[in-house]
């Protein structure tokens, strides 16, 4: 992962000057080949280091802007959803990555429910993925930001689930609607007995405990049908798309909606 030798001045001014902006990894439904959702990324447009989306999170969090970049992207999404609208399917996830760490802050949940008042809710159903970069303590803090955006209808992902060795503690101490799982696990699937298994193990437990599953990272058809095979239906990676930039993803809906049209006339 790339370092990012910032300072508090420098992500300052980026988000002041509108850098920090969201892309858009579609999630697909595997069966139908029919968007499911949306996975929100973070990138600096003017940026020659190439940082993941993490990576960026990381910096802000360390210089303290943490809050107020959260806020400047929910802003630019919300843009994005209420413009694209008419293109976008009813039903659509929108997934948000944040860190442990997040999750505790205060101002978390307002933010989290002010973006989803900005959005047409019932058209939406917005996915908070918590990433495993951090201990997630099952502090009162974090089981109630949970419990709260939970009651407004928000589902809560375990992310890169597998990777972690708190993961399955977490499905004891916390209530959560789903997990993803990690990349890792998908790009061996073919190769690897071990990744193989561990993918199985990861959908048999989501079926056991009535959770939702997303696989990420998937990169070829044979990695989809096996992935399929195993239950694990919504997918996301390069076989489907890259991340969009909003005028990308306005490409992409109008070129999905009138494949559709055409197929649904045959």
């Known amino acids: 992962m790339t370092a990012l030798p910032l300072n508090n001045i420098d992500l300052y001014c980026a988000l002041m000057m509108g850098e920090i902006v969201p892309y858009y990894q579609p999630l697909i439904n595997s069966r139908t080949q029919r968007l499911y959702g949306l996975e929100i ?11 993941s989306p993490l990576a960026l999170i990381r910096a802000f969090d ?19 959803i ?9 039903g659509l ?12 802050k205060p101002g978390f949940v307002f933010d989290t429910l002010s973006f989803l008042a900005s959005i047409p809710l019932e058209k939406y ?13 099952p502090t009162p803090e974090v089981t109630g930001a949970f419990l709260k955006l939970q009651l407004a209808g928000v589902e809560i992902y375990l992310d890169d689930f597998g990777t972690g060795c708190s993961n399955l503690e977490y499905l004891e101490q916390f209530s959560v609607d789903g997990v993803k799982v990690d990349q890792l696990f998908v790009k061996h699937l073919s190769s690897d007995k071990a990744s193989t298994s561990i993918a199985a193990m990861v959908a048999g437990l989501a079926k056991a405990r009535g959770l939702g599953i997303i696989a990420e990272g998937v990169e070829t058809p044979e990695q989809s049908q096996l992935l ?21 993803l306005r490409e992409y809906l109008a070129a999905r909606r009138l494949h559709f049209q055409m197929k649904n006339r045959k």
Not at 62 to 80: C, I, S, T
Not at 125 to 137: D, G, K, R
Not at 229 to 234: A, K, L, S
């Open 41 to 51: 990324l973070m990138r600096w447009s003017l940026s020659e280091e190439n940082a």
């Open 62 to 80: 360390e210089n303290g802007l943490l809050p107020e970049m959260m806020q400047h992207l929910m802003r630019k999404v919300a843009a994005d």
């Open 82 to 90: 209420n413009e694209l609208d008419a293109l976008l399917p009813v």
């Open 93 to 104: 996830h929108l997934s948000l990555n944040v860190s442990s760490s997040q999750v505790a």
């Open 125 to 137: 159903c917005l996915v908070v993925e918590v990433t495993e970069e951090q201990p997630l303590p």
């Open 228 to 248: 399929r095979d195993m239950g694990i239906v919504i997918q996301q990676g390069y076989l489907f798309s890259c991340a969009l930039s909003q005028s990308q």
